[in-house]
């Protein structure tokens, strides 16, 4: 018997204190020390100040750097802040107090916010990056427009306890059904999942990265050891399997990226980097895509932001514009900007209204492809392809292939995500 060789111990690394952390290089570091040996920082700053332009190179690395830097003191070592959760936080109270100075000024500022949003999410999209920017946005526009409705409208004395505690519980529902959206919406398991990650691309909140097992209890955990105990040859059957054995073989149901033979109407998502179970669009206000296991949590979300928000701002126009109807005091309220206090509210009731147009009409979207059985993919692909038929002047797009009735379509839709719910013989590749 050969003496079995020991590996050597490796030394222990020494427990960080609170501000210090181990940075992108893999070397410790201190949070004091965060605008310390930065020279792409300071060839950015000098020439910023020489007025000269910057390479998009340079500028990639200094974005780097700083959200690599960005971190808060924690136990056992700092944590890092995304920086896309900052800007909605400092952002969002500015340019609503400054557009409560005047009436010009809240027409600009109320105009060109969703401008902005717009701007940002098509760069964002452009470059198949996931941020938490509209995730912060959402969350945090709930929780301001909620203090102020506290500070500037409770106040007034024409909000009662009964329309306040219905306020907050709609509130907090939405924050249920956002959590529960926000959940795992059906990701597909690779076969080969041992030995490769999902995707090539960012892997999404709570998915194990390469070489990572899939905790106990985790969404798809049973599914994922299946998969990976059984051989790709016993799992699939028919068509499928002949995709499995020639996977260079041109199939939109073979995902090259996650090397596997995907169900029909399921889809690779090159913002999440994996394969999702009859996707229907990546959500950039949840930060996560909406699939099957998912869909009905965030109809549930939208249907009841809609009522929530509906609500608040009923219960603000009726106390800052008395004895006018709603849809009066939002056009025409005189004497508003009078008080700073009711121009804030009236600025924030403007706000809302926005976003719940906006919402609307994702909803409407919604319940319109639900009711002709088809996703946003699917509605995507029929207009880049040109087949399906267009109604209501492209509002709705039928293309026909899974459609079997408004009834049946939502009945389909109503058992999403269960152990129940039945796969038709359409739907089988």
Partial sequence: ?????????????????????????????????????????????ERWITCKSLQPETCERIMDTVSDRLRIPWLRGAKKVNVSLLPPLVLLPVFLHVASWHFLLGVLVLTSLPVLALWYYYLTHRRKEQTLFFLSLGLFSLGYMYYVFLQEVVPKGRVGPTQLVLLTCGLLLILLALHRAKRNPGYLSSPAGRDGAPGHGSHPEGLPGKGQELPKGFPGAETAGG???????????????????????????????????????????????????????????????????????????????????????????????????????LFYCPGVYADYSSALSFTCVWYSAIITAGMAYILLIQLINISYNVTEREVQQALRQKTGRRLLWGLIVDTGQYNRGFLRNWHQFSMLGTRMFPHPAEDIV
């Avoid at 070397?27 to 930065?38: I, M, P, R, S, T």
């Avoid at 889809?267 to 959500?283: A, E, T």
């Avoid at 895509?289 to 009923?314: D, P, R, W």
């Fill in 227 to 329: 998969l990976n105990n059984r051989t790709l040859k016993d799992d699939l059957k028919g068509p499928s399997r002949m995709l499995a054995r020639s996977p260079s073989k041109p199939n939109e149901d073979w995902c090259a990226k996650c090397q596997l033979v995907r169900p029909a109407r399921a889809w690779h998502c090159r913002i999440c980097g994996i394969c999702v179970r009859r996707m229907d669009h990546h959500c950039v206000w949840i930060n996560s895509c909406v699939g099957e296991s998912n869909h009905q949590a965030f109809i549930l979300a939208l249907f009841i932001f809609l009522l929530t928000s509906l609500y608040g701002i009923t219960l603000t126009l009726d106390t800052i514009c008395r004895d006018r109807s709603v849809f009066t005091a």
């Fill in 1 to 45: 018997m050969k003496p079995v060789k020991k590996k050597p111990e490796e030394p222990e690394l020494e427990p960080l204190c609170c501000c210090e952390y181990i940075d992108r290089n893999g070397e410790k570091n201190h949070v004091a020390a965060c605008l310390c040996d930065c020279q792409d920082l300071d060839e950015g700053c």
